[in-house]
Nanobody, 129 residues
């Protein structure tokens, strides 16, 4: 049974930082491109960041709205992916979801959310002004 479990969400003031984690089980983690999406109230789920299954720094992809503020990374030994979020803004308030897609590039995940194989249940991030 595949499980993606997010943690690390919470409430923070604008300008603050949070680090999200996604722990995966039931998949061969190193074969999966991993990513983050978010959904704000009344809005569609949107792409945030992804890191390809090869895991190199060159194989990350970010939404324009978070470039320079968010960084995603992974630890294959721990079957865990991270999202470091700095300089948070009220517009970043959303439920953040972990996603997994086997053997495709980070760009594929970023441009086609329907290609995602597995989703986590989400963790809430609230940024106050």
């Amino acid at each position: 049974q595949v499980q993606l479990v997010e943690s690390g969400g919470g409430s923070v003031q604008a300008g603050g930082s949070l680090r999200l984690s996604c722990a995966a089980s039931g998949i061969i983690f190193s074969r999966y491109t991993m990513g983050w999406f978010r959904q704000a109230p009344g809005k569609e789920r949107e792409f945030v960041a992804a890191i390809s299954w090869s895991g190199s720094a060159d194989n990350t992809y970010y939404a324009d709205s978070v470039k320079g503020r968010f960084t995603t990374s992974r630890d294959n030994a721990k079957n865990t992916m991270y999202l470091q979020m700095n300089s948070l803004e009220p517009e970043d308030t959303a439920v953040y979801y972990c996603a997994a897609l086997p053997f495709r590039s980070a760009q594929v995940m970023g441009t086609n959310k329907n290609a995602v194989d597995y989703w986590g249940k989400g963790t809430l991030v609230t940024v106050s002004s």
